[in-house]
């Protein structure tokens, strides 16, 4: 979790800061329906490869530099053997896995309660536009209200119009709260 999602969902405040949630544009009505083929569910250590192919896509969606091409899997790997992370995936009929999220567990001392962290979320190219961004939110507001906890925060990109779009289309609240990070390198 970066610092900035860190701090916000210690204090249970969403904010609209930069970094970590390309997503694809709300569905137009004709691929609603697809969504209902859009099947989703948990990763667990037999999926980290394919998680790790999207994760890699997600990283370079941000122009992250990674200097060791295994690091992302490695990262995955290890949120998902730790029970770190709720990774989830999104299967479409003939296109395969083309989208995760990754959540976080927080805490909120605002509400005293467990708050998530909606820290990745990207779809593939090929499965944009299939209603798999959408299924992948929606299972995470799901899980969430099942879990009890006080509510789900995540981060965009201050141009990612497209996904600020799905987000508010889907409940999301854009707060105007400063998040302050600091770099430790």
Same mark, same amino acid.
């Given at each position: 979790?970066?610092?900035?999602?860190?701090?916000?969902?210690?204090? !249970?405040?969403?904010?609209?800061?930069?970094?970590?949630?390309?997503?694809?544009?709300?569905?137009?009505?004709?691929?609603?329906?697809?969504?209902?083929?859009?099947?989703?569910?948990?990763?667990?250590?037999?999926?980290?490869?394919?998680?790790?192919?999207?994760?890699?896509?997600?990283?370079?969606? /941000?122009?992250?530099?990674?200097?060791?091409?295994?690091?992302?899997?490695?990262?995955?790997?290890?949120?998902?053997?730790?029970?770190?992370? @709720?990774? @989830? =995936?999104?299967?479409?009929?003939?296109?395969?896995?083309?989208?995760?999220?990754?959540?976080?567990?927080?805490?909120?001392?605002?509400?005293?309660?467990?708050?998530?962290? @909606? !820290?990745?979320? /990207?779809?593939?190219?090929?499965?944009?536009?299939?209603?798999?961004?959408?299924?992948?939110?929606?299972?995470?507001?799901?899980?969430?209200?099942?879990?009890?906890?006080?509510?789900?925060? @995540?981060?965009?990109?201050?141009? !990612?119009?497209?996904?600020?779009? =799905?987000?508010?289309?889907?409940?999301?609240?854009?707060?105007?709260?400063?998040?302050?990070?600091?770099?430790?390198?």
């Amino acid at each position: 979790m970066n610092g900035q999602a860190q701090a916000a969902a210690q204090q !249970n405040v969403p904010s609209p800061a930069e970094g970590s949630t390309p997503a694809p544009a709300p569905a137009p009505a004709a691929a609603s329906a697809s969504a209902n083929a859009v099947s989703v569910r948990a990763a667990g250590e037999a999926d980290v490869e394919a998680a790790a192919v999207l994760f890699r896509g997600y990283l370079d969606f /941000y122009e992250v530099d990674i200097e060791d091409p295994d690091a992302p899997r490695a990262f995955l790997a290890e949120r998902i053997a730790k029970d770190e992370s @709720l990774v @989830l =995936l999104a299967d479409v009929p003939e296109a395969g896995t083309v989208g995760f999220a990754q959540v976080y567990r927080g805490f909120s001392s605002l509400s005293l309660r467990t708050a998530w962290v @909606l !820290n990745d979320l /990207y779809v593939a190219p090929e499965g944009r536009r299939t209603g798999a961004g959408r299924a992948l939110l929606r299972e995470v507001l799901r899980r969430a209200r099942e879990a009890g906890v006080s509510g789900v925060q @995540l981060e965009t990109a201050y141009d !990612n119009t497209v996904a600020q779009g =799905l987000y508010e289309a889907e409940g999301f609240v854009r707060e105007e709260f400063h998040v302050y990070f600091h770099d430790l390198g």
